[in-house]
């Protein structure tokens, strides 16, 4: 064999090893990190109640009361959302709630014309698919009888819709500029998504993704260094938290697989 081929096959056994002895413990973990942006923004809404109140009134000219029940109805959505998720209780229903709300704040904070915020939205509605895909795997009735096309059923259509959104996120830390390193970084960076979308050495290349992604979000991301004062302090919390969100998508992507629609999946048929 090769030597890249050896290094290939000691990366993958790692990663093997790691999923055994977290496999009770990584679900958890996705699940936290994938609702933090909502918990944080739920949590945020209540503090800064009036703050988010007088800005929808300001921007969309609502009116006081309209404007209070985007709020409530934001944060009240986002924080039951979260709760239940955490318990595992009526998750797709959960689900469903919180793409609700990634749509409602795509039109009223005006993200739909910002094409960053825009790809990092579905990049965040695409960990929410495969939150659901996972309930699916638990058997919810929610999706009993749902029938299944030429096999494939609609959790792992759910699966792959899930990674192919959630590498948008990627798309918003490429540069483009003509630096060595960050020529390198691009290049790494665009062709473990590549392997994510298409599903092929699947969970080592979501792992690795993960440790890339935690390493720019706690450098680039790093809201506690600005004081609270500061506008931008909430811009980079904001941004640090959906980051997180992805990376609780990318985990699920390793403890469910990658799905039927996969290149892993057809190499067992050839």
Request: aromatic share 12%.
């Amino acid at each position: 064999m090769a030597p890249g081929g050896d290094l290939m096959g000691a990366a993958e056994d790692l990663a093997d090893q790691f999923l055994r002895v977290t496999k009770h413990y990584l679900p958890h973990l996705a699940h936290l990190c994938l609702i933090s942006t909502f918990l944080e923004d739920g949590i945020r809404m209540w503090f800064q109640w009036n703050d988010q109140r007088d800005y929808m009134n300001l921007s969309w000219g609502s009116g006081f009361l309209v404007a209070t029940l985007f709020v409530l109805i934001n944060m009240c959505g986002q924080l039951v959302g979260c709760v239940l998720v955490l318990a595992r209780k009526f998750v797709p229903y959960a689900c469903f709630g919180l793409f609700g709300i990634i749509f409602m704040q795509t039109i009223a904070y005006k993200i739909l014309w910002d094409l960053k915020f825009l790809m990092r939205n579905l990049a965040l509605g695409g960990g929410l698919l495969l939150l659901l895909a996972e309930s699916r795997s638990e058997g919810k009735s929610m999706f009993a009888g749902v029938p299944t096309v030429d096999g494939i059923s609609p959790r792992q259509y759910m699966q792959l819709g899930g990674r192919l959104l959630l590498v948008l996120m990627f798309m918003t830390l490429l540069h483009f500029e003509l630096g060595a390193f960050t020529i390198f970084q691009d290049i790494f960076g665009m062709v473990l998504t590549i392997l994510v979308a298409i599903g092929f050495k699947t969970k080592l290349a979501a792992l690795t993704l993960v440790a890339w992604l935690f390493v720019i979000n706690m450098i680039q991301n790093a809201f506690w260094d600005i004081p609270p004062a500061v506008p931008l302090h909430d811009f980079l919390k904001y941004d640090f938290f959906q980051t997180m969100s992805v990376i609780g998508g990318l985990l699920l992507v390793v403890a469910l697989g990658p799905g039927g629609v996969s290149m892993d999946e057809h190499k067992k048929k050839w």
